[in-house]
């Protein structure tokens, strides 16, 4: 059995598969989203107070990361057969009262243990892992634009969140900030979840989309167009293929940079003589150029092959790194946040390239055997970078290792034509091409 009930097919006003997606925004942004853009203010503070260095407090990704990496399959697995409501209000409760948790910690250990260890199930089950994944599975047509949507709920957590917690912790310092983030948490989340929160449309009675085969046939014949079968690969099957070990590298190696970007941006700004106005401003302008790129590279992955979109988001990524580099003036810091924006888009296709080539019905399975690999790179990425600082005092060296591995995802991204075996199809489930 699911956590959904069947139930007679009907037209609502609105799709349900648009509630998925408001979820999916604002559980992102709450949770992925505030450890990505509004934790990297409380970086320098929380340094200085519990003289920990740069390397140490990045070092709770990578064990964020190895702890989500081995529940990513099960976990996919479970989403797959029983749906997500109560696999996401159980990691709700945990990310709420993990991050108030975070008011006590006084050492190193308890940092790990509380922001590291708890909050890393609490992502795991609540993060956009499963809601990107569930979004897939209620779109086939629109599902660009849907994923569009619903990755937008990080880059907002800059808009929103980085600003909040500057002023946050400039009033009330930051241990009482982490109590009203994850009171905030709490009371967003739970409620949403519990009520709209469903596996696929088919267990409610409803079609991809909104839209019923017979809609899409009728479509079909009236514009000349094919009907397309939907292809479900299981994860076996997309295991054995190029494309999809080429795309996992090619989000992988730009998963490693944006995750170490986006957290060691402000420090770096800092050391280089810009002031806290001017890295939030940075902050405020990549991520609302994110969010409004979303729209923009959703819209293009509905008209073109999406890994053609990949590469040119990957270069937009390859020249903000170079601006930030080079960057001598506030309009230079500008320059690299808006540029950079613009190419913020992996999250965009970490769900929409697995999906299109391999099919719905298994997908929190296939990209569950591929998270280790993704969980991995967006937490050695933070680490690599916070050692290397230790040590050399700069972020030179790896901003300029961080080019060479964009412009290699992008390469990789060019690879990865379509797979092409003998599939199962579902006959139920259909899109126009």
Request: net charge positive; with cysteine; proline share 5%.
């Amino acid at each position: 059995m699911t956590d959904d009930t069947p139930s007679k097919p009907h037209s609502p006003r609105i799709f349900h598969g648009w509630y998925i997606v408001g979820i999916a925004v604002t559980s992102s942004m709450l949770l992925s989203g505030f450890q990505t853009y509004a934790f990297s203010f409380f970086f320098k503070p929380m340094s200085e107070e519990l003289d920990i260095g740069r390397g140490a407090i990045s070092a709770v990704f990578l064990i964020r990361a190895v702890i989500m990496g081995f529940l990513a399959l099960p976990v996919g697995m479970a989403v797959d057969r029983y749906g997500p409501r109560v696999l996401v209000m159980i990691g709700i409760i945990i990310g709420g009262f993990s991050t108030i948790g975070m008011a006590w910690v006084s050492s190193l250990l308890g940092f790990y243990l509380v922001f590291g260890v708890i909050r890393a199930l609490a992502l795991t089950l609540a993060g956009g892992e499963v809601t990107t994944t569930v979004v897939a599975k209620w779109f086939i047509r629109y599902r660009a634009r849907a994923l569009a949507i619903s990755s937008i709920g990080i880059p907002m957590a800059g808009v929103l969140l980085a600003p909040l917690a500057a002023l946050l912790i400039n009033l009330y310092g930051w241990r009482n900030s982490f109590i009203i983030f994850g009171t905030a948490t709490l009371v967003i989340l739970l409620v949403p979840a519990y009520l709209k929160l469903r596996r696929m449309p088919e267990d409610m009675g409803l079609h991809p989309d909104g839209i019923s085969p017979e809609e899409i046939e009728a479509r079909a014949v009236s514009s000349g167009v094919t009907v397309i079968p939907e292809r479900n690969w299981t994860m076996g099957e997309a295991v054995r293929t190029p494309a999809l070990w080429l795309i996992t590298l090619s989000l992988n190696l730009t998963i490693f940079m944006t995750s170490s970007i986006t957290l060691h941006q402000v420090p770096y700004m800092s050391d280089k003589g810009f002031s806290a106005t001017v890295a939030a401003s940075a902050v405020i302008l990549m991520t609302f150029m994110a969010v409004m790129a979303k729209f923009f590279w959703g819209f293009m992955a509905e008209r073109y092959p999406f890994r053609y979109c990949m590469v040119a988001s990957q270069l937009f990524d390859a020249v903000g790194i170079t601006l930030l580099l080079t960057a001598s003036s506030n309009l230079g810091i500008l320059a690299y946040a808006f540029t950079m924006g613009i190419g913020r888009s992996e999250g965009l296709w970490n769900a929409h390239a697995y999906s299109t080539y391999f099919g719905r019905r298994f997908l929190g399975s296939t990209r569950g055997i591929v998270a280790p690999i993704r969980i991995l790179a967006s937490g050695g990425g933070p680490l690599i970078t916070g050692l290397l600082f230790d040590a050399t005092g700069d972020y030179i060296i790896i901003f300029r290792i961080f080019i060479a591995v964009t412009l290699m995802g992008a390469v990789c991204s060019l690879l990865a034509t379509p797979p092409k075996a003998k599939e199962r199809v579902e006959p139920s489930a259909s899109e126009v091409s």
